[in-house]
């Protein structure tokens, strides 16, 4: 079986709170059709704080010195697993590809690193390519350990639909209001879906949850209250921000507000590494959830 | 405060920084599009930690109201959802706007105690320094950007999250995780700024 070989750039996160996004994707990428290989010495995208202090330019030029190295690397289409990174990366690409002006500035300033880009990469979401190029059947056709009976709240976010749902190529993956595609993967494990449609494209604050929390408590309330609602097991997520946000706050929120929510927060991958038959720790990287999804953990073969 | 270069209205209704914002200001070339339906603002999840809200905003950068709109804490509060901008009918970039007008005001001394201003300082710290976000370096300089005793009552408040990301692997507790290439990053990025601050000069 030849697999599809994609440059991998798997951000900031993948080194720290979203370590469990990066290890179980790369777990499943053994059971799919794809393969990744990472940026050689990637850097931050600068998420969604970075432009306050260090100006539009330079925010500009940390993903083109991402995209250069890439396209060093080759004309593979770039794939990341990060809302802010794909959100950045994205931006910047079309910029040096359609505007020239911009292609111009940010390379002058990669000139000075020794580096060029001209816009001649793709840049997209790995749900997009598991939607469009892997295929919601070839992940049916790796489950061995059905997810029978666990309810999963498909909890989206913002930047990974947001503003750049459809991007080619594969066309329209989703739309902006009700992605189907968390839904999808979680019926290709034999998991439920449940009914959703509030929060799923909701915010949970980004990155004012982490510098001003008492400014969005009530927004993650209102994601974690339809999921309980629901009666879901488990949240699912494609996002590193949210995952952490949605799971770290929950004590706060039940002190701010009287609640008692203990909803476990995973990634979609983590799902799919359990259905797949793989290892809970090594694969799935159970034990790094905070809160713990213990009925999850239960189907571990 | 820096010697500004956005110009100050001298009356009412003046439409020198309108035009400045237009021109300047990432987005805002289709600023004047606007016209005023308000679907940015009700669109808004964070709308309640909003003074203005991005409707009144822009109306009152076409007002002039220079201070007003560079103080406000609409710019500050945007979780950066992208609702506004996938809905907005003029197809007016409002997240990338309210970006844009932050780094102007943080850079003109509009907002030295705004917590977003502090975040992103420490945040760009160790992106400079590191090529890459240390959750750790960045949430700590934050806190003690506050001070001394403020910093570690904030450090305190957030020790048991800290220790249970720890305890989950997501925390390390050895050194920066850092890019090799961090120098010529460093250098990449002091030319984006010395474009930048020409591009200023020269307007």
């Known amino acids: 079986m030849s697999k599809i070989k994609f440059t991998y750039y798997p951000g900031c996160s993948s080194q720290g709170a979203g370590i469990h996004l990066d290890r179980s994707l790369h777990a499943i990428s053994g059971k799919l059709d794809f393969e990744f290989e990472t940026i050689k010495d990637w850097n931050c995208c600068g998420a969604s704080v970075g432009h306050v202090k260090g100006g539009q330019l330079p925010s500009m030029a940390l993903s083109g010195r991402n995209l250069a190295l890439a396209r060093q690397q080759g004309t593979a289409d770039v794939v990341t697993p990060c809302a802010a990174c794909y959100l950045n990366t994205h931006f910047v690409n079309e910029r040096i590809k359609n505007d020239e002006k911009a292609r111009g500035r940010v390379n002058e300033a990669l000139d000075a690193g020794g580096l060029s880009y001209q816009g001649d990469l793709k840049v997209r979401h790995v749900c997009e390519v598991l939607v469009n190029d892997v295929g919601i059947d070839a992940i049916k056709d790796q489950v061995t350990n059905p997810l029978s009976g666990l309810k999963v709240a498909g909890y989206v976010g913002c930047q990974t639909v947001r503003p750049f749902a459809q991007t080619a190529p594969g066309g329209e993956f989703t739309t902006y209001d009700q992605p189907k595609f968390l839904d999808q993967f979680a019926e290709a494990c034999g998991a439920e879906p449940v009914p959703y449609d509030k929060a799923r494209t909701a915010c949970c604050g980004g990155s004012v949850s982490i510098y001003s929390p008492e400014k969005t408590l009530h927004l993650m309330r209102l994601i974690l209250q339809e999921a309980k609602d629901a009666k879901a097991d488990v949240i699912s997520t494609p996002c590193p921000l949210c995952q952490q946000n949605v799971e770290m706050y929950q004590d706060a929120i039940n002190k701010e507000f009287g609640d008692s929510f203990n909803i476990p927060v995973v990634f979609y991958s983590q799902l799919m590494a359990v259905a797949f038959g793989m290892d809970g720790k090594k694969d799935a990287a159970l034990d790094c959830n905070m809160i713990k999804p213990d009925k999850l953990i239960e189907k571990v073969k | ?203």
């Open chain 2, 1 to 203: 405060m820096t010697q500004s270069l956005i110009p100050t209205p001298a009356r009412k209704y003046d439409l020198n920084f309108a035009r400045w914002v237009y021109r300047n200001v990432e987005g805002g070339d289709r600023l004047s599009l606007c016209m005023q339906c308000g679907m940015c603002s009700g669109s808004c999840p964070i709308g309640a930690e909003m003074d203005n809200g991005p409707r009144k905003l822009f109306m009152m950068i076409r007002a002039g109201m220079k201070e007003e709109v560079l103080s406000s804490s609409t710019i500050w509060n945007c979780t950066q959802c992208y609702n506004c901008v996938v809905r907005c009918p003029r197809k007016v970039p409002v997240t990338y706007i309210l970006q844009g007008l932050a780094t102007v005001a943080a850079r003109e001394g509009y907002a030295p105690a705004k917590a977003t201003a502090k975040f992103s300082k420490a945040f760009w710290r160790s992106v400079r320094y590191f090529g890459r976000t240390d959750e750790r370096m960045v949430t700590v300089l934050y806190y003690f950007s506050y001070g001394i005793k403020e910093g570690i009552k904030r450090a305190l408040a957030n020790l048991p999250i800290a220790q249970r990301m720890v305890k989950a692997g997501r925390m390390g507790i050895g050194l920066p995780h850092r890019a090799k290439g961090a120098g010529d990053l460093r250098a990449i990025l002091a030319k984006a700024d010395e474009i930048e601050a020409r591009e200023r000069a020269g307007q």
